[in-house]
């Protein structure tokens, strides 16, 4: 078990940037696969984005690629978002997600952090 803890949950306006941080705090995650992902009101939690555990492979979901940016530093054992050019229908609590494997696109993950919420006002 990866207990994993987001930061940098904010409110911004439409157009702005964010950079949200998800920390291990025990084990490395080296070995972890992760994921991004978010779950507005009323609709189902979503993958944004994911990365191997050595960073080398990435995805993106349609609605986010080209403006958010998955990456991690091993070294730090954490794991980063940077979310540009945010839009309203962004809104929602973000979750960052690790599982036991080099790579990873399913929702079935082992580790789940407790979410960090991002509202993006008109």
Not at 17 to 40: D, I, K
Not at 62 to 78: M, Q
Request: glycine share 10%; charged share 20%.
């Amino acid at each position: 078990q990866v207990h994993l803890v987001e930061s940098g949950g904010t409110l911004v306006q439409a157009g702005g940037s964010v950079r949200l941080s998800c920390a291990a705090s025990e084990r490395t995650l080296s070995n972890y696969a992760m994921g991004w992902f978010r779950q507005a009101p009323g609709k189902e939690r979503d993958l944004l984005a994911a990365i191997s555990s050595d960073g080398a492979n990435t995805y993106y979901a349609d609605s986010v690629k080209g403006r958010f940016t998955i990456s991690r530093d091993n070294d730090r054992n954490t794991l980063y978002l940077q979310m540009d050019n945010l839009k309203p229908e962004d809104t929602a609590v973000y979750s960052c997600a690790a599982k036991y494997s080099y790579w990873y696109l399913g929702t079935n993950y082992d580790n789940w952090g407790q979410g960090t919420q991002v509202t993006v006002s008109e």
